[in-house]
């Protein structure tokens, strides 16, 4: 997924023209804390709700007042991933996109880029979750599929987690099987540590059953 695909025409960039207390109300409604300062076609910069109330802004135009304005961007063809890079690591609620003559393309506000991870991420397909920890010269991707699929199941997405100060990683699998019973035991069985799992085993569906027949009995 490339970043021209995340933008979104929901909310408008700002003109130098535009007051601080305009800002400040289209943040408001677009739940946002920043906004893009746009002269036609010409990416000026980010704004902040905070920069526009330490400047006291707030009754005149965001172009009369000499600010400081971060300039974080995406060209259009770069990953969701490099995209989710710059809102980590800068902290933002938007990220602005651009094309290759640097004009202004749209932005990206942090809960579309949220919502088109998740489906990226598989979280909304059906399936269990695996957590491992292991040394990362031990992980094996394939090694690890093979076991996944040795047990009737497919690998939908596989993230990897750097632990600090360490030479371990997790590794977070979401996998397309309800009951990850099997696939648990072939990972114990193989010394995978096994940090978490989350899913609905056929001893937990038993004892459903069981509680339910009960409770229809109990009705009768």
Known sequence: MLAKELITDEIPPLKTSDSGLMAIN????F??????????YEYL???SDNEILDFNIVDEALGKHKM????PFVFENQHIYEVINMFSSLK?????VLDEKQNYLGLIPLTSLLQQFATLAATKEP???ILLEMNILDYSLSQIAQIVESNDGKILSCYINSLPDSTKIEV???INKDDLSGILQTFYRFNYNVIASFHQS???????????????????
Do not use: A, C, Q
């Open 202 to 220: 056929e001893y937990t569906n038993d004892l459903k059953n069981r509680f339910d027949s009960f409770m229809n009995y109990i009705n009768i």
């Open 172 to 174: 977070t699998l979401k």
């Open 68 to 71: 400081t304005l971060i300039r």
């Open 26 to 29: 289209w943040m408001d409604e």
């Open 92 to 96: 933002l609620t938007t990220l602005p």
């Open 127 to 129: 399936g269990g979750t």
């Open 45 to 47: 910069g980010l704004i």
């Open 31 to 40: 739940k946002v804390s920043h906004l893009p300062i746009v002269n036609k």
